[in-house]
Every structure is written in structure tokens, then in C-alpha cells.
């Protein structure tokens, strides 16, 4: 079948891959041109484990093109994803401008009956939005269609490849059948397509990150209440997460969620119930905690020291990307973390397996870059874990020691056991223990 996916960002990248991956002939569209040019010499814009090597055999094997003609893309493609970017506005409501100029110019150049299906995850009413616009610009015949993106940054193509689900929303069944027939490759294990309408399917991507974020909320609100009576999270994790009716995922106490998604989707959909008069009481208390607990972490490494100010203390930050697996920034409690230790007079001196690039665009000079973690950790008074990559899980604890000025960890992740961690003569700071 023959694809066009618009937008080269995260989601737009990975699923044009995939696709072409099935055996597709996917073209990349994207109006930047550095973008495109960079892609084509083989400069892939974002870190995803086994992305760059399944995008270079599917350009050897003349399966996926890169370009910046929408014209072109569309013209040769029966289905076309709309898959670009839909920031927060300032009141927190989906910026729509991208989505809805690229519908306004397929519409342009459109010739032949097409599907226009939106993949960026958008809020309830867009995708008609979307035909409504197109209607206006061309008399071709078409249909809409829209299919929203479930993919974890760091394991997006196992994701995309062997999806959990394939939400797909239609006003009209045969379209729903042809979306199907694209997506049965990936559903061979027995994985549902869950054919829908339109605003249920737009729905359901908020509602599953809302519900995600909620539980990454509550544990960490335990967390937080566990410390003050004395109890460990991480066995009440274990004792709530074997209950099938809770399961185990997304029940870590660390600092909060961040990335692209969640605080983005939670906000959007918050906005939305207001704008027609209500208020979703739960999610806003999901943000309220998310926040605070980078502010409880915070505060740990402010107390420790005895008050506001951190005046000459030199930190080692351990992980900058929001998220292990990724050189995503988006979000991150490291900035947090990071602007609020130097709002008090500290220096920063971070690493991070990927993200260190990334950072430096939003950071600059501000903080220092170790180019290993114990170069990171030499001659610092503590160790800060912001997150859990693996090469942090099992370090050499005898040359920490020595490398810190004073022996003291703040774990942000629990990635250590903290009875092991005191009997290696650390002072050892971590989230709900």
C-alpha cells in the first residue's frame, strides 16, 4: 500500500518506518527542508533504539522516501497520515495551527479521491475540523479517518510493531476496512483493531494518559505519605500491583511524569472540560501532585544541607532526559531540579547517555557536561539520580565514595537498595522509603 506520513517529528518518523518496514512504500513529508536534507544523508533528528537501522534498510530497499513536497506526497498516496506537532497554547488548550494548514494544503492539491487520517493526537472534534477544511479547498471526494498514536519513547518500535491495540475511528466502515487491511501485519499475534467513531477514538488517547498519569500521581502521593509514617513504597508497590484489577505498571514513586505526552494530553483534555463547562477534578490534583513531587525532591537536598542557600556546592546529575531510552528533554525534572539548585548559588555538573546534545540547546553554559558518569561524580559533594538509565543501576559504589567530597546520594528513582546503599557508608536519600 502506498502511505504518506506528514510531519518527521517522533510519532510521524517511527510509524513511517514501520509502515515501510511491512513492506510499504512510505513517503516522509515535512516542510523542513534542513530536516529532510539531513534524513536523506542519513542523519536520523531523533534518539529511538533501532530506529536508524530499520530507516536506512528501508531506504536501501526503496521502501521509504523523504520529501518536501506535500503536492507530490499526496499524489501518491492513498492514505495520508497527518502527523505533525500540537504543542500546549498558553492556557494549556492543543496548539491545531499545524495540523489544520496541512489540511488546508492537501485539500489544494488534492486530485483524486484520498483518506486523510489524523495521527497527531488532537482533541475531540478536530478530525472534523479537518474535513471541514479540506471540503472547503477541494470537490474531490475523501474521507477522514483518525488513528492515534500509543508509542513509549525508548521502546516506540517494539510499540509500533507489536502493538498492544490499533485505535482507529471512522465515519464510514469501508474506510475502517482499509485502515484494518494497512495494519494487519502488525496484529497477527491476535492484538485487537478497535474500529470506532471518530470522536471516541480522539478521546481515547487522552483518556489512557490521563489514567497513566493518575497512577503515577497516587504512588507518588503514597510515597510521600509513606515517609511520614515509615513505610516502604516499594513494598506497598508490590502489594498493590499484584492485584490484576491494578497491575504492576506505571506504580514507581520517583519525580513525577514529564516528556512530550502526558503533562501536554493531561492539560489539553483538563482545558477541554472547561471549555464546555466542566471541571475534572481528578486530573487537576494528578498535576498539582506531579509538581509538587519534584519540589518534595527538591527539598530533600535543600534540608540536607540545612537551608535555602547551596552557595559553592558542586552536584554530579545523574540523567537528563526525561525518561531513560530517550534523548527527550521535553518536560524533564532535571531542568526543575536543575534550576532550582542553582536558584540557591549551586553548580551543575550533569551526564547523560544521549541527551547531553539536547540539553545543552535548553541549558547552554549554565551547567557543566561530564563526558562519563564517574567524571561527572569527581570532586562533587553529592550524587543526584534523575533517571533510572541502566548504566547507573549497578556503578562501582567504592570509587563513588571516593570520588565525592561527601559520601551522599539522592536517588530521584529508587534504583538502589537503600539498606545495602547505608552499609556502604552512604548517606542515602530516596523517594518513599
Known amino acids: ?14 510509524t513511517g518506518v514501520c509502515f515501510a518496514e511491512m513492506g510499504n512504500d512510505v513517503t516522509l513529508m515535512d516542510i523542513d527542508e534542513t530536516k529532510i536534507a539531513g534524513l536523506i544523508g542519513g542523519k536520523v533528528p531523533i534518539y529511538e533504539p533501532g530506529l536508524e537501522q530499520m530507516l536506512w534498510r528501508n531506504v536501501t530497499e526503496k521502501r521509504l522516501h523523504f520529501t518536501t513536497d506535500l503536492e507530490a506526497t499526496v499524489d501518491r498516496s492513498l492514505i495520508n497520515f497527518i502527523a505533525v506537532g500540537t504543542p500546549p497554547c498558553n492556557d494549556g488548550c492543543a496548539d491545531l495551527s499545524q495540523v489544520f494548514s496541512v489540511a488546508r494544503e492537501v485539500g489544494r492539491v488534492m486530485k483524486t479521491y484520498k483518506i ?5 493526537t488532537v482533541p475531540v472534534g478536530t478530525t472534523e475540523k479537518v474535513r471541514a477544511i479540506i471540503a472547503e479547498q477541494t470537490n474531490c471526494q475523501f474521507d477522514v479517518a483518525s488513528n492515534p498514536e500509543f508509542l513509549k519513547e525508548g521502546n516506540a518500535i517494539e510499540d509500533c510493531m507489536k502493538p498492544d491495540r490499533v485505535v482507529v475511528g471512522v465515519n464510514d466502515v469501508r474506510v475502517g476496512e482499509i485502515i484494518k487491511e494497512l495494519y494487519s501485519s502488525f496484529v497477527r499475534t491476535g492484538k485487537p ?8 477514538s480522539e478521546m481515547t488517547k487522552y483518556a489512557a494518559n490521563g489514567l497513566l498519569a493518575t497512577k503515577i500521581s497516587f504512588v507518588n502521593e503514597l510515597a510521600r505519605l509513606c515517609e511520614r509514617m515509615g513505610a516502604d513504597i516499594e513494598m506497598v508497590r508490590s502489594g498493590i500491583g499484584t492485584d490484576p484489577r491494578i497491575g504492576p505498571h506505571f506504580l514507581f514513586a520517583g519525580l513525577g511524569y514529564g516528556g512530550s505526552c502526558f503533562p501536554k494530553d493531561v492539560e489539553a483534555l483538563t482545558q477541554t472540560a472547561r471549555e464546555n463547562g466542566m471541571e475534572l477534578g481528578i486530573l487537576e490534583s494528578v498535576q498539582r501532585a506531579n509538581q509538587f513531587q519534584r519540589e518534595h525532591f527538591i527539598n530533600k537536598i535543600v534540608d540536607h544541607y540545612g537551608g535555602n542557600s547551596l552557595h559553592n556546592k558542586l552536584f554530579a546529575l545523574w540523567g537528563l532526559s526525561f525518561k531513560p531510552r530517550t534523548d527527550d528533554i521535553r518536560e524533564a525534572p532535571s531542568l526543575d531540579v536543575i534550576r532550582a539548585l542553582r536558584s540557591r548559588g549551586a553548580r551543575i555538573r550533569a551526564f547523560d547517555p544521549v541527551a547531553m546534545e539536547k540539553a545543552s540547546e535548553i541549558l547552554g553554559d549554565s551547567i ?3 563526558p562519563g558518569n564517574y567524571e561527572c561524580v569527581d570532586g562533587a559533594d553529592a550524587l543526584i539520580i534523575v533517571t533510572e538509565w541502566n548504566e547507573f543501576r549497578h556503578p562501582d559504589f567504592d570509587k563513588i565514595r571516593e570520588l565525592l567530597v561527601e559520601p551522599v546520594i539522592f536517588d530521584g528513582r529508587n534504583i538502589y537498595n537503600r539498606s545495602r546503599m ?5 548517606t542515602y536519600y530516596s523517594i518513599g522509603r
Open 1 to 14: 500500500m502506498r502511505v504518506g506520513v506528514i510531519g518527521t517529528g517522533y510519532v510521524g518518523l517511527v
Open 368 to 370: 557543566e557536561y561530564a
Open 116 to 120: 486523510i487520517v489524523t495521527k497527531s
Open 193 to 200: 483493531i478497535l474500529v470506532m467513531d471518530i470522536p471516541s
Open 422 to 426: 547505608l552499609e556502604r557508608g552512604f
